[in-house]
């Protein structure tokens, strides 16, 4: 299991599932990012892609245990919930048990941040009991970015609803979301980044203790080929020139320095720091 500190910060990763995904030039992920176009980034292989050119990502939360906070950050895809991400299927995962293991059972959870409100990054916000969907962390403040809340109630897309209704309105309905600015302050140690274009309220996470400074970036990037080539951009973006844009200006604030990048859906070792390489960037994997 990763795991890194950031000053008087831990920050634990618990993978869901893997999601291995197959270039098709019918629907591409990342268009640009052909088995071709990969080769010529040799530093993705073999941690980031697979020889025959399958891009390798994960499905993961990550706890971040930091003086007095114990926050999980996104959660992921949830079981009993069959989603087209996953061909219509319910996952069966050791989720919460991976969680517990850490010491940190599901009711310790003081506080759970979504990046932005997609299928995989909302789904352990409730589990089912009986016939009913209940906050997961009974004791935890949900912090809901308002400007992303607002845009996806009025959204009527096929995926979403479902998504809406089993793994956001429950929490409201129990009295434990907050709405919270795109900036908004956690803790000393804790603050939200707008980083918009993926989605409308698309933010990361900013840990920052003891001189040392670490980002959880959300899917502001989803694969580390779009360091090398930051203007790919995903199919699903929101507001793909603003994706773009918003990768451009964080990479280029953290190249060469020393912040640690930790890739909401990057394979192991998922977390490293960003140097420049020629007109890109690459990224340096954390011991």
């Known amino acids: 299991m990763n795991r890194w500190t950031i000053g008087d910060v831990k920050v634990s990763c618990i993978v869901e599932t893997e999601l291995p995904i197959s270039y098709q030039e019918k629907y591409p992920f990342i268009r640009e990012a052909t088995p071709a176009a990969l080769k010529e980034i040799p530093w993705l292989y073999p941690n980031f892609v697979k020889a ?12 971040v245990e930091a003086p007095g906070v114990r926050l999980l950050v996104d959660t992921c895809i949830g079981n009993d919930k069959p ?11 050791n989720f919460l048990d991976d ?75 129990s009295g434990l979301a907050d709405l919270v600015d795109m900036d908004h302050v956690i803790s000393p140690e804790l603050r939200l980044m707008p980083t918009p274009g993926h989605t409308p309220g698309h933010v990361s996470v900013i840990i920052e203790s ?25 199919s699903f973006d929101t507001d793909k020139k603003a994706a773009v844009s918003c990768r451009k200006t964080l990479l280029n604030d953290v190249a060469d320095q020393p912040v640690l990048i930790i890739g909401t859906h990057f394979a192991a070792p998922t977390a490293g720091k960003v140097v420049r390489d020629g007109p890109g960037f690459r990224l340096i994997s954390a011991d």
């Open 83 to 93: 989603r087209k991400l996953i061909g219509n299927e319910s996952l069966n995962s």
């Open 210 to 234: 003891e001189g040392e400074k670490a980002i959880i970036t959300g899917d502001s990037m989803h694969h580390p080929c779009q360091i090398a080539n930051p203007h790919w951009a995903v």
């Open 52 to 63: 025959d050119g399958v891009l390798k990502l994960s499905i993961q939360a990550l706890l």
């Open 99 to 173: 969680l517990k293991s850490l010491g940190c059972p599901r009711e310790d959870i003081d506080m759970v941040v979504c990046t932005h409100l997609h299928v995989d990054h909302v789904g352990w916000n409730t589990m089912k009991v009986g016939d009913q969907w209940l906050p997961t962390f009974p004791n935890a403040r949900y912090l809901i970015g308002r400007k992303e809340y607002e845009y996806w109630s009025e959204d009527n897309s096929e995926d979403q609803i479902p998504v809406m209704e089993d793994s956001v309105s429950p929490i409201f309905a």
